[in-house]
């Protein structure tokens, strides 16, 4: 993968019908990975390295953005999401890479603003199940 522009990797949510819709005035954007690891280490193991179980544990994504709110219609479908405690449906597009799928639930949604600055929000999602991939 290449030099990309930060700009195309993009959040979007679904529309409710059979589409998705980009996350509206996102400046930053952020994803991550993790994986719990099960310890086996026992008195057995080889030369006193740490085992781990393969396959086990718990797998997570994390996607983050903070931006400026573009319209109407995209700050309530957050803020509705968030205060409905729904879990949805959305994609991680990054470019040259591919499309990452699956519920998330908003878990922070923060606004604040400066005297002489436009207001602002922050985003955090959790997965909330298993996610496809779909290479590029």
């Given at each position: 993968m290449?030099?990309?522009?930060?700009?195309d990797l993009l959040v979007r949510v679904s529309n409710g019908a059979d589409g998705f819709?980009?996350?509206a005035g996102l400046r930053a954007r952020q994803l991550a990975f993790n994986a719990e690891t099960v310890d086996v280490t026992n008195a057995d193991s080889a030369g006193r390295w740490r085992e781990l179980l393969a396959g086990a544990g718990v797998?997570?994504?994390a996607v983050a953005g903070s931006g400026v709110f573009r319209d109407e219609a995209s700050d309530a479908r957050l803020r509705q999401t968030f205060f409905d405690g729904v879990i949805d449906l959305f994609q991680i597009v990054v470019p040259d890479f591919g499309t990452i799928e699956g519920l998330f639930?908003?878990?922070s949604l923060e606004y604040r603003g400066?005297?002489?600055?436009?207001v602002t929000f922050d985003i955090a999602l959790d997965s909330a199940g298993p996610l496809?991939?779909?290479?590029?």
């Open positions: 290449g030099a990309q522009k930060g700009r819709v980009a996350v797998r997570r994504a639930q908003i878990t400066e005297h002489a600055g436009e496809s991939f779909t290479g590029a």
